[in-house]
């Protein structure tokens, strides 16, 4: 069995205006952080150390923030339960997976059609975590 290590810090803790969890699995560390009604997965080294943006391993748009704030704690527990041989530890794979999610029953990887209406905010999240990156 795999110790997971995680470190939590929410917005009201915190001056980023966001909420973020490393999880940490031997020296492999992923990071989750949730900004308002997006939520994504880093690797946290790659993130740490990238010069410009770093690719998420998974982002997730929703329709609501108590959705964002719900499903992130359930990811919080399910990457702990995750091996650190799994794709979001050290099987990584660059690709553009982002998921819609309107609630626990329907939520989907984004399409094509759907990649221009959230293309500002896609933007925007990322400009956020190249400014805050440093902090985390």
Known sequence: ?????????MRDENTLNCSFAIITKDTLSIILILKDCECAIYNYNDLRTAKENCHYLLLKHY???????????KMIGKM?????????????????????????EHKHLIKDEE??????????????????????
């Open 115 to 136: 990649k221009d209406a959230y293309r500002e905010k896609l933007s925007d999240f990322e400009n956020f975590v190249l400014r805050v990156k440093s902090e985390l």
């Open 63 to 73: 329709k609501s923030p108590s959705f964002a704030y719900t499903d992130f704690l």
């Open 1 to 9: 069995m795999t110790q997971s290590m995680v470190k939590i810090s």
């Open 80 to 104: 702990c339960k995750k091996r650190k041989d799994n794709k979001y530890f050290s099987c990584r794979k660059e690709e553009d997976n982002r998921m819609i999610f309107d609630n626990f």
